[in-house]
């Protein structure tokens, strides 16, 4: 297996690459020592309750997985398994905003009354928990251009301005587990958030935090409004970089990846 440090240069990996390239063993770390990171790089990570967080192997009895974190804090990390990996690491890197979503599923779970299946606000917060890309511009038009599905012209055509002026942080612990070994057709569920030229001037670590703050923010203010409509398809290799095909104009034209927006 490949150590995760040998991820730490990769393209939408940014925001983990000080936390992979510190684990350079061709192991994955285990539940106590993703907590010591955690207790290192995100100390006051809570779960919705306010219970501090920390990654155990998983209970015997299988409790309910969102319940079991936000009463006792603690979230079930299966052993040598790259999508539980990455979910420990995105509560070091977004630990405001998943504490929101946690506490956001319990909400949802009240609301519900015992009514079975997820429903369709916790089917929002599970998209974007697994899937979920924030894309961040200080080109508004750029932003549109990928809301209305503009692929070609936002990813070719505007490509120096978009690399210039937008930062696509990702928060879903699967796309980072996918984005390993890209597949085709692989789709992120995007939100979009203009900011200004003093924004993008900061550190990454800098608008890392202060990403993870206003997202927080913008969960709460969504609340019971929030669902998988919330979130914008955006297929990710069309980000330039990501794969070697996105250098070739034509790669865009494929309308099976790059589907038009529906009517």
Same mark, same amino acid.
């Given at each position: ?8 240069? +990769? ?45 155990? %192997?998983? %209970? ?6 969102? !319940? ?6 603690? /979230? ?82 505007? !490509? ?33 958030? %203009? ?17 993870? /703050? ?6 709460? !203010? ?12 955006? %297929? ?5 970089? /990501? ?12 309308? +099976? ?7």
């Amino acid at each position: 297996m490949l150590s995760p440090a040998t991820l730490a240069g +990769r393209p939408l990996f940014e925001t983990l690459a000080p936390l992979l390239a510190s684990l350079d063993a061709a192991v994955l770390p285990d539940a106590a020592h993703l907590s010591q990171l955690l207790q290192t790089h995100a100390p006051d990570a809570l779960s919705g309750s306010g219970a501090p967080i920390r990654f155990v %192997p998983p %209970p015997p009895d299988n409790p309910g997985y969102e !319940r079991h974190i936000h009463e006792t804090g603690e /979230v079930p990390t299966r052993p040598d398994d790259w999508h539980d990996f990455f979910n420990a690491l995105a509560w070091c890197v977004w630990p405001r905003s998943k504490t929101r979503c946690n506490a956001l599923h319990l909400s949802a779970m009240a609301e519900q009354g015992g009514s079975p299946g997820r429903g369709r606000v916790r089917d929002g917060i599970t998209q974007w928990d697994e899937c979920g890309l924030l894309v961040i511009s200080t080109r508004p038009a750029l932003l549109e251009g990928l809301a209305r599905h503009a692929w070609r012209e936002v990813f070719w055509d505007a !490509r120096a301005e978009l690399l210039a002026s937008t930062r696509f942080l990702v928060f879903g612990h699967a796309l980072w587990d996918a984005l390993r070994a890209p597949f085709f057709g692989l789709c992120a569920k995007a939100v979009y958030r %203009p900011v200004d030229e003093a924004w993008l001037a900061q550190p990454l670590a800098a608008q890392q935090a202060e990403a993870d /703050v206003w997202l927080a923010d913008w969960l709460a !203010r969504q609340g019971m409004d929030l669902g998988p409509r919330s979130l914008k398809p955006l %297929p990710v290799l069309g980000i330039p970089g /990501v794969v070697a095909e996105s250098a070739d104009p034509a790669y865009y034209q494929d309308t +099976r990846q790059f589907r038009p927006r529906r009517a």
